[in-house]
């Protein structure tokens, strides 16, 4: 790897980033009534500025102006459906509210943006007579995976599959979402339509027979559902991956450059940042593998499992959904009613207590939390199915 091309991208990105703190120093300046100061900071802002163009020409990214708007246009796509979003998620995940909504500020001004580059790079490419750009193929998962062979002392290390272990255990805990989401679906949407029915017929077979169409047809759907979901969140996450990929294989000194500024921001000096990412580097398979994780958030090994996600909901959805319809099975009365909801409620609270095992939480409130909330829907659900048919006039007679 060309070193000098490396530290011109750092150079640059140093620049640039004095440039836009400058700036802020002067503009606070300004607000606090000292024009001196902030005219110092504002001129060496722009000496910055200049500084940074120098290295950006040199190293070759200053292009005409088609392929510019090209790049840009890529680029502000990026900021608006990944980087921004994911960003904001994480914020208001952590109660960074502040931050969520400088991100959310900055995310629709970069959507104007791109609506602005879009339109002007098509009516550019027209009066040029250049065909649309195809975006660019990225790697093959072949090339991807191959970028470089496995350390020796990372392949002999027998710890490592004690480490894939670990990892396959929490990947299959993870799953504890699945089983949640399906067994508490499965108990409401089934006691309810059971409920329903039986309150409106009294017919025991009809409500059987309700309920289990109801219990089949939500399996099959949340089951196809979470596959879906589960892969079209498992193709986002390639693609990007792929595409940090294609960027490192075309350009790895300005990767090189991004590595040594993200380890600089997480407090070690220039020095051990490079070489940190130089160790890093020296194997592709591994540089691949951190910028994935430090840029993006993803692990190439951690991809979600669509197939087992959609059996996980399946059979969880199925499995709640039985346990209301048992009662059915032996009481032809109105009782069986509040049979069932005891039977489901207090298997609610069971899927709590084992959500609270496999998390760690406190077990009465986990299970208290998974009742009450299960419960309050199934209810709500109940007395929909019960006045929707009063209101027009839908009730039935056995």
């Not at 693609?239 to 407090?267: F, H, S, V, W």
């Not at 591994?286 to 499992?305: F, I, M, Q, Y």
């Amino acid at each position: 790897m060309d070193k000098t091309a490396r530290n011109l991208w750092v150079a640059f990105l140093e620049e640039a980033k004095a440039n836009r703190v400058y700036t802020a120093f002067g503009i606070r300046a300004m607000e606090e009534n000292h024009p001196e100061i902030a005219q110092l900071f504002f001129e060496v802002a722009g000496a910055e500025t200049a500084h940074a163009i120098s290295h950006l020409k040199v190293v070759g990214q200053i292009k005409s102006t088609l392929e510019n708007l090209r790049f840009i246009v890529e680029s502000e796509r990026f900021e608006t459906g990944r980087l921004y979003p994911k960003m904001i998620q994480e914020a208001l995940y952590e109660g960074r509210t502040d931050a969520a909504e400088t991100f959310r500020m900055a995310m629709n001004r970069e959507h104007y943006h791109l609506g602005l580059f879009t339109e002007a790079l098509k009516e550019f490419e027209g009066k040029l007579g250049a065909p649309p750009r195809t975006p660019a193929a990225l790697p093959s998962k072949a090339k991807t995976e191959d970028l470089a062979p496995a350390r020796p002392e990372i392949r002999n290390n027998p710890s490592v599959p004690e480490v894939k272990e670990e990892k396959g255990r929490i990947a299959t805990l993870e799953r504890i979402r699945e089983v949640v989401f399906g067994m508490q679906d499965g108990l409401v949407s089934t006691v309810a339509v059971a409920a329903s029915v039986m309150a409106a017929t009294s017919h025991r077979p009809i409500v059987f027979v309700a309920g289990l169409t109801s219990a089949m047809a939500g399996t099959i759907a949340m089951g196809t559902g979470s596959y879906l979901a589960s892969k079209a969140e498992k193709d986002l996450h390639s693609a990007e991956i792929e595409k940090e990929a294609r960027e490192l294989a075309t350009n790895p000194e300005e990767e090189m450059a991004e590595l040594i500024e993200l380890y600089q921001q997480e407090g070690l000096t220039m020095d051990e940042a490079e070489r940190l990412a130089e160790r890093v580097a020296s194997d592709r398979k591994l540089w691949l593998r951190t910028l994935t994780e430090k840029e993006l958030g993803l692990t190439p090994e951690d991809l979600a499992s669509p197939t087992k996600d959609a059996l996980t909901m399946g059979v969880s959805f199925m499995l709640g959904a039985i346990v209301p319809l048992v009662p059915y099975l032996f009481i032809g009365t109105m009782t069986a009613i509040g049979v069932s909801i005891a039977i489901t409620v207090a298997t609610l609270f069971v899927v709590g207590l084992v959500k609270a095992r496999v998390t760690g939480k406190h077990p009465l409130r986990a299970g208290l939390e998974v009742m009450i909330i299960g419960t309050g829907s199934g209810l709500l659900g109940y007395l929909i199915g019960t006045v929707l048919p009063q209101v027009f006039g839908l009730t039935m007679t056995p």
